[in-house]
C-alpha cells in the first residue's frame, strides 16, 4: 500500500472507530464484570441454573434459553408452522393451530408466565399468548411441548396475556384493540368507536390437574385499549392491575390522538367479587361467538378441535364495585405488583417519573369515595394523590417494565434512555443505573413477578443491537443482556441473541423441571389409532384413493423400505413409529416433492405425514435425524404408477413378500 493510500485508509479506519464508539451509552466500559466470562461459564457437563422461557415475538414461537450460559436448548413451536418438528405439517399436529377463521399458520407471541402456586412457580406450566389472533397457549414442562391452545372470543389483539392469578385459578387475557362484540351486529361504522366498541377482559381457568382452559367468564369494559396487566398477591390477592391507554377513544391517527390526555389509567378489578357475581348468575350468556379451543393427547400423541360457541359476560358498567380507574401518566406499558402486593407501579411511556399506588391506599379511597369523578357510563376515577405511594423521580426517559428482587429493590426498563434503572420500592430513592445496548423494551428477574423473587439475575430484552454482534445483512439480531443484581451494583456479565423479537420472560430453577422432563414415550402405552407394533405390523393398505403406510424406524432403517403400488390421484399418509427406547434416539422422514415438511418422529411416538404424488416416478425417502454409522443407508424407494395402473401394492424391507 502506498504511503499516501496508507494515510486515507488510516483516516477512514479512525472515523468509523469515532463513529462506532459515539452510538454506545455513556459508561458501557465500566458495566461489565472483570470475571463475567468465569461466571457465565458452564463447564462441559454441568448445568445451568435456571431454565429460561423467553417470547419469541413475531416467529410466533418460545425459545428455551439458559441462565447464566445464554445457550439456547429448544425452541418449542406454539403459534407459528415449524417444519423442523413438523408443527402445523403433520397430521396429528395440524388441528393445534385452527381457530374460528380457519388454519392460522403464524402469530406473534409477545408474553410468557408460569403456572403458579401461593404465589410462586410451581413448574407445572407455562403460559404464552398471540397477540395477533388472539389464542392463550399452555406447554407442558414434562414434555417441553405445546398441550393447548384456546381462542378469545370479543377481542381484537391479544397483548394484554397471560398474566395469571396467585394460584393460577385464571390465566387473564384482556384486549389490547377494542372491537365491537363478535356478531352480527359489529358491521358498524369506525368512527362510531366511542359507542360502539368496547374492551373485554377474559378469565381462563386452568384445570389443577391437568392444566385444561375453559374461558369461565368475561368483563366487558368500556372501549379501552389494554397494555399489561399484572394480578395482586399476598394484601392484594383476589385483585387484578391492567394498564390501559387510548383515554381518548380515538380510532385514527392514535400516535397523535391517542396521546392528548396528561394521564391515562390504570384499572384495578376485583375479580374475587367478579366470580361472585358470575357464580350468582349475573352474568349474560353470549351465543354469537365462536372460538376454537384445541388439546394435544400425550397418549395418542395426536390433536383434537372443536368450535365453542358460547361465553359468559358480566358488563362493569352494571356493577359498581367491580373496576376502578387510576389515573397515570400518559401510555403507561407495565402494571407490576410487588412481592408483598402492596404497591403497583406503572409505566407511562412518555413520563419522566415512575408512579407508585398503594394497595392500602386504595381500598381507604374506596372506602371513602374519594373520587375525582365517573367515566364511560359510571366507572370510578380514583384521586391521583389518594392512592399514591409516591413518585421515583429522574429515573430515566421512557419507562416500560419493572420486576423485583426480594430484598425491597426493582428494576425499570427505559426505552429512550437505553437503561436499566434500579430502586428502592419504600424508599422511591435510585440506587444504580446500567446502560442497555440498545432500545430495552421488557425485562426479567428471575423470580421477579412472583411472591419471592430468586434475584440474582436480570435480563434484559433489547430491540436494537448495532454493533453487538457480527453483521448479517439489513436484518440484525435482537439481543438479551444478563446482569448479575446479586449486589448494590448490576453487572453486566452477557450479551446473547435472541430468536425473533423477545418480549417477556419466566426464569424457573433448574432443580425444579429437570428430574421430571420426559426421557422417552413408552411404546407400550402409545394409544395412536395407527401405532405399527413391531416390524412385522408394517404394511401397506389401500381404502380407495386413501393410501396408508404403517411405517417404523429403528436404527439403522426403515421398515417398509421399498413400497409399490401407488397411483397418481392417491393420497398417502406415512403412519410413522419409532420403535426406540433409548433416550436420544429420535428418527425422520421425508420424502421428495413432498409439500409440507419432514417429520421428526421421538422414541416411541407415532407420527404422520400426508403425501399426495405430483407426477409418475421413483421418490426416495430417508430419515432426517442423524441416528447412527449408517444414517445414510436409512432410505427407500416409493415407485408411483399412472392413474388407473394395475401395478399390484408391494411393501417390504429386505426381502420381497
Keep these: ?18 463513529s462506532f464508539n459515539a452510538c454506545r451509552p455513556k459508561g458501557a466500559g465500566s458495566a461489565v464484570s472483570g470475571n463475567a466470562a468465569q461466571r457465565t461459564y458452564v463447564p462441559p457437563g454441568q448445568y445451568d441454573e435456571f431454565y429460561t422461557f423467553t417470547s419469541g415475538g413475531f416467529s410466533g414461537q418460545m425459545s428455551v434459553y ?41 402469530d406473534d407471541l409477545h408474553h410468557i408466565e408460569s403456572s403458579f402456586t401461593d404465589g410462586m412457580p410451581d413448574g407445572k406450566w407455562v403460559f404464552a399468548n398471540s397477540n395477533n389472533t388472539p389464542r392463550l397457549a399452555r406447554i407442558d414442562l414434562t414434555t417441553f411441548r405445546t398441550a393447548e391452545i384456546i381462542e378469545i372470543p370479543n377481542t381484537g389483539g391479544n397483548h394484554c396475556s397471560p398474566f395469571t392469578t396467585e394460584n393460577s385459578e385464571y390465566v387473564i387475557a384482556a384486549t389490547r384493540f377494542s372491537v365491537p362484540p363478535d356478531g352480527p351486529e359489529s358491521d358498524v361504522p ?12 377474559s378469565f381462563v381457568s386452568v384445570d389443577k390437574e391437568t392444566g385444561e382452559f375453559d374461558i369461565t367468564f368475561q368483563l366487558k369494559t368500556p372501549g379501552l385499549n389494554f397494555d399489561l396487566s399484572g394480578a395482586g398477591k399476598g394484601i392484594s390477592g383476589g385483585w387484578l392491575f391492567i394498564s390501559c391507554y387510548n383515554s381518548e377513544q380515538a380510532h385514527t391517527l392514535q400516535e397523535v390522538n391517542a396521546s392528548q390526555n396528561d ?8 375479580w374475587k367479587k367478579a366470580e361472585e357475581y358470575f357464580k350468582a348468575g349475573r352474568g349474560t350468556k353470549q351465543t354469537n361467538v365462536r372460538y376454537a379451543h384445541n388439546k394435544w393427547d400425550e397418549h ?62 386504595l381500598q381507604q379511597a374506596i372506602a371513602n369515595k374519594e373520587f375525582e369523578g365517573e367515566r364511560y357510563g359510571g366507572i370510578p376515577v380514583m384521586k391521583y ?45 435510585v440506587l444504580d443505573r446500567q446502560p442497555t445496548y440498545y432500545s430495552v423494551g421488557h425485562l426479567m428477574v428471575a423470580g421477579g413477578n412472583s411472591k419471592n423473587p430468586y434475584g440474582k439475575y436480570l435480563v434484559a430484552y433489547n430491540k436494537i443491537t448495532k454493533d453487538r454482534f457480527l453483521p448479517t445483512g439489513p436484518e440484525l439480531a435482537h439481543s438479551a443482556q444478563l446482569f448479575d443484581i446479586s449486589g448494590d451494583k448490576m453487572e453486566l456479565l452477557l450479551d446473547f441473541p435472541t430468536i425473533g423479537e423477545p418480549h417477556y420472560a419466566q426464569a424457573i430453577p433448574a432443580e425444579m423441571l429437570m428430574d421430571k422432563s420426559l426421557k422417552i414415550y413408552d411404546i407400550n402405552a402409545n394409544a395412536h389409532p395407527h401405532k405399527t407394533n413391531g416390524e412385522a405390523e408394517a404394511r401397506i393398505e389401500r381404502e380407495g384413493n386413501i393410501v396408508r403406510v404403517y411405517m417404523t424406524t429403528i436404527r439403522s432403517h426403515l421398515t417398509p423400505d421399498v413400497i409399490e403400488g401407488i397411483r397418481l390421484g392417491d393420497e398417502v399418509y406415512f403412519h410413522v413409529t419409532n420403535l426406540e427406547q433409548d433416550w436420544d434416539m429420535p428418527h425422520g422422514f421425508a420424502i421428495k416433492g413432498a409439500n409440507n415438511s419432514e417429520l421428526l418422529i421421538m422414541p416411541g411416538e407415532t407420527t404422520t405425514l400426508k403425501w399426495v404424488p405430483d407426477r409418475v416416478g421413483i421418490f426416495p425417502f430417508y430419515c432426517t435425524d442423524f441416528c447412527s454409522a449408517l444414517h445414510q443407508e436409512m432410505s427407500g424407494y416409493v415407485r408411483v404408477s399412472p392413474k388407473g395402473s394395475n401395478v399390484p401394492m408391494t411393501a417390504y424391507t429386505g426381502t420381497k413378500k
Design 300 to 361: 395418542t400423541h395426536s390433536a383434537t378441535h372443536e368450535i365453542k360457541t358460547e361465553v359468559t359476560v358480566l358488563d362493569v358498567a352494571e356493577f359498581d364495585d367491580l373496576a376502578y380507574l387510576l389515573p397515570c401518566p400518559k401510555s403507561p406499558h407495565g402494571a407490576d405488583v410487588s412481592p408483598t402486593g402492596e404497591y403497583i407501579v406503572g409505566s407511562g411511556k412518555l413520563a419522566a417519573l415512575i408512579p407508585v399506588f398503594s394497595f392500602e391506599k
Design 263 to 270: 394521564k391515562d389509567f390504570i384499572m384495578a378489578i376485583n
Design 1 to 18: 500500500m502506498k504511503p499516501k493510500q496508507y494515510l486515507l485508509w488510516m483516516a477512514a479506519v479512525a472515523a468509523v472507530s469515532l
Design 385 to 429: 394523590e389518594s392512592v399514591l405511594h409516591g413518585e421515583v423521580q429522574k429515573p430515566g426517559l421512557g419507562p416500560l417494565h419493572t420486576e423485583f428482587d426480594a430484598k425491597g429493590n426493582a428494576y425499570t426498563s427505559f426505552f429512550v434512555s437505553s437503561e436499566v434503572v434500579k430502586w428502592n420500592v419504600e424508599s422511591l430513592e
Design 190 to 201: 369506525i368512527d362510531s368507536y366511542k359507542e360502539n366498541f368496547k374492551g373485554h377482559i
Design 66 to 106: 439458559g441462565l447464566p450460559s445464554g445457550r439456547l436448548f429448544r425452541v418449542i413451536p406454539v403459534f407459528s408452522v415449524d417444519p423442523e418438528k413438523a408443527w402445523g405439517f403433520s397430521e396429528e399436529t395440524k388441528p393445534m393451530l385452527m381457530t374460528s377463521h380457519g388454519f392460522v399458520p403464524w
